[in-house]
């Protein structure tokens, strides 16, 4: 009997490579956790590590914009390259970059404003910097050669990393400790951009058009995955800012630990979307449906996975690898986990969405569910410390994302509409 093999294409080598350099890339950034960022704690001290992570964090929650421009880019430039459309290609490019500019002067504006201190605020404004290079790095998934940028991620954290844990972290460091961070992937992804347009100069050449066919899907990427990844930094930002910046540090060190076993889920999933992106209107109703079951499982299975490792080795590891004089209790670590397991769960499966739609209605239902939790952990604000207030907010939305989850999934595979790359 005669086997079959998947006839191999330059695609799916494309695909295989950035899959294969996206895992190694995250290689170093899992060890910044266990290594860089310890010497960063201990060079602050606890009080101003909280306050570092909140400044982190409040950056982290002004670049929300960018992840739907970034994404609703890569799908209009995806789909432009699978249709040979270089002029399509070209505007896609141009359009993503000017909104994305215009973005990072505002939230520039309000980061550094909202931090109070100039310094801090500096280190908010590495963030937006980072977000808007990394434009480019969406720009090249669309061509479903994201390993150039893991390749560049991967030599930039190596090379800073190591120097980095060589030479040490000055005491007070503030400003070296986000660079630290911040600066291999900013270089990395200008480099990518340089590197794109050497390859293709045509994209230089597109006109900003069509803002609206970018921006309204965009805000329904922002109040989906925006949302999520808000109430995570925020929280941390206003755990600093009311002034419990002791447990701020301990939480914010939780959340940059759950970041970094997140990502390589991301890392795998976004030249995977891009890939099935630009062949979706090739494939089967059935092929369609199997791939919506699959991602929802997949997420669904990695978050749990990550939440479990958070659960049990998470507290265990800051408490020895860190000068953190405050940690948080099971209930604590009990509500990061479900909420950590969630939102695993729906970006995996969100991915694939915005990849091939505007996903309207998961990304709206989100928010809501985002904006119920707010409503429900301020109530709670009036009776239990700041602290437990998070916990109420994680909990509620940890219950109700997988609802939406699961309610999304069966919506998609129990009728007979299949969703295109213009469709809702």
């Known amino acids: 009997?005669?086997?079959?093999?998947?006839?191999?294409?330059?695609?799916?080598?494309?695909?295989?490579?950035?899959?294969?350099?996206?895992?190694?890339?995250?290689?170093?950034?899992?060890?910044?956790?266990?290594?860089?960022?310890?010497?960063?704690?201990?060079?602050?001290?606890?009080?101003?590590?909280?306050?570092?992570?909140?400044?982190l964090a409040l950056g982290s929650a002004c670049t929300l914009p960018f992840s739907g421009i970034g994404t609703v880019g890569r799908r209009l430039l995806a789909t432009a390259h699978g249709a040979s459309d270089r002029a399509g290609e070209a505007d896609a490019f141009v359009s993503t970059f000017l909104s994305s500019g215009v973005i990072s002067l505002i939230m520039s504006v309000v980061a550094y404003m909202l931090t109070g201190n100039p310094i801090f605020g500096l280190v908010s404004l590495l963030l937006i910097v980072t977000a808007f290079f990394n434009m480019g790095d969406n720009m090249r998934a669309s061509y479903n050669e994201h390993y150039i940028t893991a390749i560049f991620q991967f030599v930039f954290q190596l090379g800073i990393y190591g120097a980095?844990?060589?030479?040490?972290?000055?005491k007070d460091g503030i400003l070296f400790s986000g660079l630290t961070l911040q600066s291999p992937y900013i270089l990395a992804s200008v480099a990518t951009l340089i590197l794109l347009l050497m390859?293709?100069?045509?994209?230089?050449?597109?006109?900003?058009?069509?803002?609206?066919?970018?921006?309204?899907?965009?805000?329904?990427?922002?109040?989906?995955?925006?949302?999520?990844?808000?109430?995570?930094?925020?929280?941390?930002?206003?755990?600093?800012?009311?002034?419990?910046?002791?447990?701020?540090?301990?939480?914010?060190?939780?959340?940059?630990?759950?970041?970094?076993?997140?990502a390589p889920v991301m890392m795998i999933l976004l030249p995977l979307t891009s890939y099935i992106a630009i062949h979706w209107q090739n494939l089967s109703t059935e092929r369609r449906l199997r791939l919506h079951k699959l991602f929802m499982i997949g997420g669904i299975g990695y978050g749990a996975l990550v939440g479990f490792l958070m659960a049990v080795g998470g507290s265990y590891y800051i408490k020895h690898m860190f000068t953190i004089a405050v940690e948080g209790d099971s209930f604590d670590i009990a509500a990061i986990t479900l909420f950590i397991v969630a939102v695993i769960a729906l970006k995996s499966y969100s991915l694939l969405l915005y990849a091939i739609s505007e996903a309207r209605r998961v990304s709206f239902a989100t928010a809501g569910v985002a904006v119920f939790g707010i409503v429900i952990a301020g109530i709670s604000g009036f009776w239990l410390p700041a602290?437990?207030?998070?916990?109420?907010?994680?909990?509620?939305?940890?219950?109700?994302l997988p609802i939406l989850l699961f309610a999304e999934s069966f919506f998609q595979c129990n009728t007979s509409r299949v969703l295109t790359p213009l469709d809702d």
């Open 164 to 170: 980095v844990f060589i030479i040490g972290v000055p």
């Open 199 to 262: 390859q293709r100069p045509y994209l230089m050449r597109g006109k900003a058009k069509n803002l609206r066919r970018m921006m309204v899907p965009a805000l329904g990427v922002i109040a989906a995955d925006g949302a999520l990844t808000a109430l995570l930094n925020l929280s941390v930002f206003w755990l600093g800012h009311a002034g419990d910046t002791e447990y701020a540090a301990w939480f914010g060190t939780f959340a940059r630990l759950f970041q970094s076993f997140s």
């Open 387 to 400: 602290h437990k207030v998070v916990d109420v907010l994680f909990l509620t939305t940890g219950t109700l």
């Open 1 to 55: 009997m005669a086997i079959n093999f998947p006839r191999i294409t330059q695609g799916r080598i494309k695909l295989a490579a950035s899959l294969g350099f996206n895992f190694l890339a995250k290689l170093p950034g899992i060890l910044s956790v266990f290594v860089i960022l310890p010497l960063i704690s201990r060079s602050l001290g606890s009080s101003t590590y909280g306050e570092f992570l909140s400044a």
